[in-house]
């Protein structure tokens, strides 16, 4: 090849590389275009794995969350269930103990036994979340009182409850049974 020649294939390349660089999308076999097409591809479906995985993620939190409330409602439901059927039994404790001339004729070892087993009845139920209400004197509110009769009471008494027909119970915040009062008016 003579110089003439190189010179003249010195330029052509000059020319291609001068028209490369004016329009990066047409290379030599379309090969950076096609790079940055799959880069675009790569990058797009790493963001829709991101997300993909982000959602999961935020799902599987709430249903672990959904999961340990659905726990915590069965446990109250079934302490609530059980609760019922022994609240006749806390009522009949109540009973006894409220006629005082027939308990004080019971022999002071029956009394004291009975006592203590219904003192160990209220124990269990507080060390599960079981409280028991309906005080004499307590403000009466509608939400956990029933009223069965209004009694002419003191001025300091309005609105008080006078006296406690049946105690009320509830487990937490849930109210099982209201309490059953006499409330001053």
Not at 58 to 74: D, G, S
Not at 89 to 94: A, E, G, K, V, Y
Not at 135 to 164: A, H
């Amino acid at each position: 090849m003579t110089d003439k020649e190189q010179k003249l294939d010195q330029e052509e390349q000059v020319e291609d590389v001068v028209y490369e660089e004016d329009n990066p999308e047409v290379t030599l076999g379309g090969k950076k275009k096609k790079d940055k097409d799959e880069l675009q591809v790569l990058k797009d479906e790493r963001q829709e794995y991101l997300d993909g995985w982000q959602r999961a993620r935020a799902e599987l939190v709430n249903l672990k969350k959904q999961h340990e409330e659905e726990r915590k409602l069965f446990t109250t439901l079934g302490k609530q269930s059980l609760l019922e059927e022994i609240i006749p039994i806390l009522d009949n404790f109540d009973a006894a103990f409220a006629n005082k001339a027939a308990w004080e004729e019971t022999p002071e070892t029956w009394r004291v036994g009975i006592e203590y087993i219904h003192k160990q009845f209220l124990e269990v139920l507080e060390s599960n979340g079981v409280k028991r209400f309906g005080q004499e004197g307590d403000e009466f509110n509608s939400d956990l009182y029933e009223p069965v009769e209004m009694v002419e009471g003191d001025e300091g008494q309005k609105g008080k409850v006078i006296s406690v027909i049946q105690k009320g119970y509830k487990i937490g915040e849930k109210l099982i049974r209201p309490a059953k009062v006499k409330v001053g008016e």
